[in-house]
């Protein structure tokens, strides 16, 4: 378990993050966060290339399920429904517990998974800490100046991700 906030891998957004990719990991179970990562926070159903990058997903053998803060049950059940796949609700995170939650109840261990989210200090935090690989992305929109502050002091730590992912992919 590292307490470590700096993601293992940094993308630009969710549907930059290939079957081909997930599957060099040996990931076969991926959680995903949903509010700036899946949908905005305004959205009540996926976008339409969001639910391709999940049937691709889905098409190449990767259990999917929606790890969320979020307790906005109407909300997050219509997206996972839509999108034909699990979810878990109020996942505390940074604390990992939602996602070792989530990892039980699909049978699977830290090695077969992996995270993707919007956010440093929870998204990626929560999956260091549950052992598993942290993807972050950048969040699908800024239009709170709030959060667009909170993810500015995020840079750093998403740049030491992607200096991470050139060393490994070039």
């Not at 930059?16 to 949903?34: H, P």
Request: proline fraction near 5%.
């Amino acid at each position: 378990m590292s307490y470590s906030p700096i993601p293992n891998y940094s993308f630009r957004g969710i549907i930059d993050v290939s079957t081909e990719f997930i599957k060099s990991l040996g990931v076969r179970f991926l959680m995903l966060d949903l509010d700036n990562t899946v949908a905005t926070y305004s959205e009540h159903t996926p976008s339409d290339s969001i639910a391709q990058w999940v049937s691709s997903m889905k098409d190449c053998g990767v259990e999917l399920c929606i790890v969320s803060n979020s307790t906005r049950k109407g909300r997050v059940d219509a997206i996972a429904e839509n999108l034909g796949i699990e979810f878990i609700m109020g996942a505390s995170k940074p604390s990992p517990k939602g996602i070792l939650r989530a990892m039980n109840s699909a049978g699977v261990s830290a090695a077969d998974s992996a995270f993707i989210g919007d956010q440093i200090f929870t998204d990626a935090l929560a999956a260091n800490r549950a052992g598993i690989v942290s993807i972050v992305v950048r969040p699908r929109s800024l239009a709170n100046p709030i959060l667009a502050l909170r993810y500015a002091t995020e840079a750093p730590f998403r740049a030491i991700g992607r200096k991470k992912m050139k060393k490994v992919y070039g």
